[in-house]
């Protein structure tokens, strides 16, 4: 299968934990974004990656959030000290930077912050 | 401020019959007009696309009528199957910006 993967596909945590979500996008794509959705919403934008550079991020992230493409390949997205309110589906996906523009999402990981 | 409103919210159809969801956009700058269909535990998945050179797309039964000079675009199901019950989502943006901005969703059901 060569789609874009995301690990875990479901996460259940305590308040005030930490959690890590990864990504692992088509492998000649060079964008990576993150998006989260809560039910009956579309996906909200996070943050997004072209190559290994962070090119934009989001209001909604706040300081708790932070996303990493160290080899710009592979990506994680880390929440600190966890909210009731980050209760979502974190979906990942990619794209090829040209006039297509096209984004292949994940599956995504559906995060339970009790 | 939601930059891309979507209608209806839900949408109800027999077999056979033709599936329409609207979608409005307020940014002059988005280029790039995507629909996504979602099953429920899925990702949303690529449908159909459209830039705004052009005013109608069509790939099998899914159509993607534009206009943009006001700035509207709607998704046109022919021959709605069972099968085609999901959440569409229409979603915009700016290619040099990459992300993209979604709607609501409209969850459709076909009937048999």
């Known amino acids: ?114 | 401020q939601q930059q891309v409103k979507q209608s209806p919210q839900s949408l109800i159809v027999q077999k056979g019959g033709i599936s329409i969801i609207n979608c409005a956009y307020e940014n002059t700058a988005f280029d790039y007009f995507p629909w996504y269909q979602q099953f429920p535990g899925k990702g949303p998945a690529l449908l159909i696309a459209i830039r705004p050179d052009v005013s109608e797309k069509k790939e099998g039964r899914f159509t993607i009528s534009f206009n943009k000079s006001a700035k509207q675009f709607s998704l046109h199901i022919m021959d709605s199957q069972p099968g085609d019950s999901a959440t569409y989502f229409c979603a915009a943006s700016n290619t040099n910006a990459g992300k993209s901005t979604f709607g609501d969703g409209t969850t459709l059901t076909v009937k048999p």
């Open chain 1, 1 to 114: 299968d060569t789609g874009v993967s995301q690990n875990p596909r479901h996460k259940i945590t305590k308040r005030g934990q930490n959690v890590t979500f990864r990504c692992d996008p088509i492998s000649e794509h060079n964008r990576l974004y993150w998006y989260r959705q809560t039910l009956g919403q579309g996906p909200e934008f996070l943050t997004y990656f072209q190559n290994e550079a962070q090119l934009e991020k989001s209001r909604l992230l706040s300081d708790r959030f932070s996303a990493e493409r160290p080899k710009g390949s592979f990506s994680t997205l880390e929440i600190q000290r966890t909210e009731q309110g980050d209760s979502a589906m974190y979906l990942c996906a990619s794209s090829f930077s040209d006039t297509r523009e096209t984004q292949y999402f994940g599956p995504g990981t559906r995060l339970l912050v009790l």
